[in-house]
């Protein structure tokens, strides 16, 4: 066989001229053992002759999207095991999958929480999409595989009439982000894809074409999904990172804030306070005679007692208020909207409804030291401590 007569492109080098057969017309000549023109990628094989040389073009666009796919993937697999942050990282996964999956123009991921998902990455798109929130019954909606492919993590693809069928039935009202920035009515094909953990639904990876409804073929579907399962990595990640953070400022006995939190919580609270005009309250809490309960009783009993306080607090507490143990037997809270003059009505509350011997001592907070705040509460305390036993 002449390999002229080959069904794919052949050049044919000799010393003074160069011969190409038909399916090689307008392509370069290659210079290398690859070729890359457009979106096509060829291997090229040379096999001497006594004519001269035989330059064969074997395409090989699929091996070398996958390549390029898989080491985008080992790029953010690489930033997550040298600990660069979860959310940077889905950022740099849908840009690196936008750039890969044949037929994506753009990208986003959409992060659960709760009922509501929240776009938190996106390529393509404005960056005012950012955080723009969609109900679960939307998500599923768009979706249209209907709950059990959902939870199995099945990729879909709309396209053309399709995806405007569906954009129309979403009413401005409730979406106006996704219709203002979101391009909805512009897209011609859609592959979109559950990020599925453990079986349940952590976020959602949509990928778009804007200007071809046939832009997602089986490789398509087959790299989204491997972007989808490193998405899943990351977010079982974050999940771990969150809470070890959580428990980092949680006190593992009464589940209230420990004194980190409320370090953390006091200048949010604070700042809240003076922009909406309100007091801020902080009152600090001792259980009485713990060490001696601990001694008659033993320590779970003392637990109890504890969680006892906890508790009340808890149940003290109105939606704005919130109470933290920063120490063995100490607890503070803080209570935004609450007057002084309140304070000693809150207070005589809780000791009303607890079976234990609890003193406490509030203020209205003026300034941003905290220590020196608790400092004058714990005075506080000690004086209606030494008041309650007559001292």
Same mark, same amino acid.
């Given at each position: 066989?002449?390999?002229?007569?080959?069904?794919?492109?052949?050049?044919?080098?000799?010393?003074?001229?160069?011969?190409?057969?038909?399916?090689?017309?307008?392509?370069?000549?290659?210079?290398?053992?690859?070729?890359?023109?457009?979106?096509?990628?060829?291997?090229?094989?040379?096999?001497?002759?006594?004519?001269?040389?035989?330059?064969?073009?074997?395409?090989?666009?699929?091996?070398?999207?996958?390549?390029?796919?898989?080491?985008?993937?080992?790029?953010?697999?690489?930033?997550?095991?040298?600990?660069?942050?979860?959310?940077?990282?889905?950022?740099?996964?849908?840009?690196?999958?936008?750039?890969?999956?044949?037929?994506?123009?753009?990208?986003?991921?959409?992060?659960?929480?709760?009922?509501?998902?929240?776009?938190?990455?996106?390529?393509?798109?404005?960056?005012?999409?950012?955080?723009?929130?969609?109900?679960?019954?939307?998500?599923?909606?768009?979706?249209?595989?209907?709950?059990?492919?959902?939870?199995?993590?099945?990729?879909?693809?709309?396209?053309?009439?399709?995806?405007?069928?569906?954009?129309?039935?979403?009413?401005?009202?409730? $979406?106006? =982000?996704?219709?203002?920035?979101?391009? !909805? %009515?512009?897209?011609?094909? &859609? +592959? @979109?894809? *559950?990020?599925? #953990?453990?079986?349940?639904?952590?976020?959602?990876?949509?990928?778009?074409?804007?200007?071809?409804?046939?832009?997602?073929?089986?490789?398509?579907?087959?790299?989204?999904?491997?972007?989808?399962?490193?998405?899943?990595?990351?977010?079982?990640?974050?999940?771990?990172?969150?809470?070890?953070?959580?428990?980092?400022?949680?006190?593992?006995?009464?589940?209230?804030?420990?004194? $980190?939190? =409320?370090?953390?919580?006091?200048?949010? !609270? %604070?700042?809240?306070?003076? &922009? +909406? @005009?309100? *007091?801020?309250? #902080?009152?600090?809490?001792?259980?009485?005679?713990?060490?001696?309960?601990?001694?008659?009783?033993?320590?779970?009993?003392?637990?109890?007692?504890?969680?006892?306080?906890?508790?009340?607090?808890?149940?003290?507490?109105?939606?704005?208020?919130?109470?933290?143990?920063?120490?063995?037997?100490?607890?503070?809270?803080?209570?935004?909207?609450?007057?002084?003059?309140?304070?000693?009505?809150?207070?005589?509350?809780?000791?009303?409804? !607890?079976?234990?011997?609890?003193?406490?001592? @509030?203020?209205?907070?003026?300034?941003?030291?905290?220590?020196?705040?608790?400092?004058?509460?714990?005075?506080?305390?000690?004086?209606?401590?030494?008041?309650?036993?007559?001292?």
């Amino acid at each position: 066989m002449n390999p002229l007569e080959a069904p794919y492109p052949v050049y044919l080098v000799r010393e003074t001229e160069v011969v190409r057969n038909s399916l090689a017309e307008g392509l370069p000549l290659p210079q290398g053992d690859t070729l890359e023109v457009g979106t096509k990628t060829y291997q090229v094989v040379r096999l001497p002759a006594p004519e001269g040389t035989y330059l064969l073009l074997l395409e090989v666009s699929h091996l070398a999207v996958r390549a390029k796919a898989y080491q985008s993937l080992l790029r953010v697999l690489k930033g997550l095991m040298q600990h660069e942050e979860p959310e940077g990282l889905l950022k740099d996964l849908i840009r690196e999958a936008v750039a890969v999956v044949p037929g994506a123009e753009a990208g986003s991921i959409l992060l659960r929480e709760g009922a509501f998902f929240y776009l938190v990455a996106q390529e393509g798109f404005s960056e005012r999409l950012l955080m723009a929130r969609t109900s679960l019954e939307e998500e599923l909606f768009w979706y249209g595989l209907g709950v059990d492919n959902w939870q199995k993590g099945r990729p879909r693809v709309l396209k053309g009439e399709e995806v405007r069928h569906l954009s129309s039935l979403s009413t401005v009202e409730a $979406r106006p =982000l996704f219709f203002e920035h979101g391009r !909805l %009515l512009e897209i011609q094909a &859609t +592959l @979109g894809l *559950p990020i599925v #953990l453990e079986g349940e639904v952590l976020a959602t990876m949509n990928l778009d074409s804007f200007s071809d409804p046939e832009a997602f073929g089986p490789l398509s579907l087959e790299l989204a999904q491997a972007f989808a399962l490193e998405a899943a990595l990351l977010l079982k990640a974050l999940k771990e990172r969150q809470a070890l953070q959580e428990a980092a400022r949680t006190d593992p006995l009464t589940g209230l804030g420990n004194r $980190r939190a =409320l370090e953390e919580a006091f200048p949010l !609270l %604070l700042q809240e306070a003076r &922009t +909406l @005009g309100e *007091p801020l309250s #902080l009152i600090y809490w001792d259980l009485n005679g713990l060490k001696a309960l601990n001694d008659r009783e033993g320590h779970a009993v003392g637990d109890q007692a504890l969680k006892s306080l906890a508790q009340a607090l808890r149940n003290l507490s109105r939606r704005r208020d919130v109470a933290f143990r920063i120490g063995g037997d100490e607890f503070v809270s803080l209570h935004l909207g609450l007057k002084a003059e309140e304070i000693p009505t809150l207070i005589a509350r809780l000791q009303e409804n !607890l079976p234990y011997q609890v003193a406490a001592g @509030g203020l209205l907070v003026e300034g941003e030291d905290l220590e020196a705040l608790l400092k004058e509460a714990d005075k506080r305390m000690y004086r209606a401590k030494r008041a309650r036993k007559g001292l």
